[in-house]
């Protein structure tokens, strides 16, 4: 045999061009010589949010090489969503500074009282005085299963941008520019002003400009707002560890400030009537005025609805699909809850939780993997539970805008979810979470009382007393998504009304998860549902109304609603002792 000739390595004249045997011998052959590292490390470390700016303009090669450092950033896909809008005029970034002033505010109203006024000490735009906005927008219209890694990591087009973002900031910082990042915008505001296409979604404004700062640290740890953690703190090994109190990130979700309490108390023992002469009415009208001292003269009635795997137990007297059948005529304004809505002046939203089939004109949140039926499986994947919750929170935002929030819903067999719920989260037996729903004999209550403590002895040998888990566990659609909703209302600074023992236990749920939300809660009744009393008592309240409803739909909710308005009606033109 012949010993094999070597030849020369045919070496590609484009791509790679090192060999394998060259990366075996210098792993590290690929580095960048010290000096390139330590300049690296610098503009990593020096780089700073700004937020006093020069008037002097910027040349317009160091736009162009800022915008060209974004554009070389890395995107999934190589989908290169991002758009640069670059904004001269100074009437467009006077109009961006007053809403930005206007979140500001928004934002201080929302904290703790001595943290609301630290805030509105921060400096924290540069819009007016910066002589360029960059706005960063992501297109987001291409079908996310279009682009490579985006079909399960559907925001990761934003990620992209967020990443372009990080590479302009550090150009601007190694020219000598200033960047800094402003999201103290409600995003269709800012959406609107630049007229983006629905769509298309920004990612905040970037002022820049020369610094009229150069600051050495963080300008809110300078401020003693926050402090850098030790990166140490910021790491976990392989797993997230057991005690999940050692790395949560502490909220700064606070109930309606003691003074605003106590304001609304003064102020209503000054009408010409006795204190207090309205009694339940009265309490909730003080939290009403402490939650928004301004008043609110409108609502809206979120409406969740789910269907119940667990129905195939038979403990319920309707079939599943009039669950759909009510959304339907909830929808077009003809249901139970829609009318009562509409007859307290308030708006109603349906929010399709996870029906059999979606409905046209209710908003989707729907679950994705399979439920089940409490006893054999959990009713959602924790998946499912934490982005029902986390749409809720959006829709809580939103219905947070119209004033009070009333919770409604209606899922056929909720009655025994939310009895073994309720079970699970007051400790009760059957007898005494149990109730007849909307009609049951006694067979059927002992099919859901057998039911309910076979749902609390699986959810009792998970040994958890984690909310979400058990939303997972023992919930359903609906549930999650309430629970959501009463996060991001009570965030958002509304009011808001529960209605019967379904929309009492999610706001549990989400009293569970932030206690501070249960300062915003007003019970608008007691059901005829048997652990309604008790669910309310664990939540600190009492009903406005007592009439053993049993209609589900948030209708109780939006008559104690009308109480609500009619009340801040009285305090306002009843005369005055002062
Ligand atoms: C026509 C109709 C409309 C409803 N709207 C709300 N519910 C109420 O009843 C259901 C729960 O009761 P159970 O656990 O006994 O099935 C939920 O949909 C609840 O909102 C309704 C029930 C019916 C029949
Ligand atoms: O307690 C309730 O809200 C209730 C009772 C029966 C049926 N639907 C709702």
Redesign the pocket.
Known sequence: MPEPTSFPRPVPTIGDTSAAHERSADPRGWAFDEQTIQALDSVLTARRDIRRFRPDPVPEELVRAVIESGHAGPSVGHSQPWRFIVVEDAALRDRAAAMADKSRLWQAARMAPERGQQLLDLKLEGLREAPLGLVVACDRRAPAVGVLGRATFTDADMWSCAAAIENMWLTARAHGLGMGWVTLFQPEELAELLGLPEGVETLGWLCLGWPDERPPAPGLQRLAWSTKLPVDDVVLRDRWPADDSLVKPTSHLRAPAQDRVVHATDDADDLLTTPGSLGVLDRALNRVEAVRPQGVDGGCLVLAAADHPVTSHRISSFETHVTADVMRANVAGQGMGAVAAAGAGLSSLVVDAGVEAPVAGARGARPLDPRGDLLATDALSSDDAEALIQHGKQLGCEAAAHGMVVLG?VGIG??TV?SALASALLDLDADQSV????AADADMVARKRVLVTGARERWLAKHSDDPMQLLAALGGGEFAVLSGVVLGAAGAGAVVVL?????SVAALLAVRMEPAVQGYLIAGQQ???TA?AAVLTELGLEPLLAMR????EGV?GCLAASLLLQGQRMRRLVARTR
């Open positions: 819903e909720n009655t939310a109730g007849l729903g909307t209605d019967g023992l379904a929309t059901s005829r549902e309604h409803l049993r209609s589900g109780g």
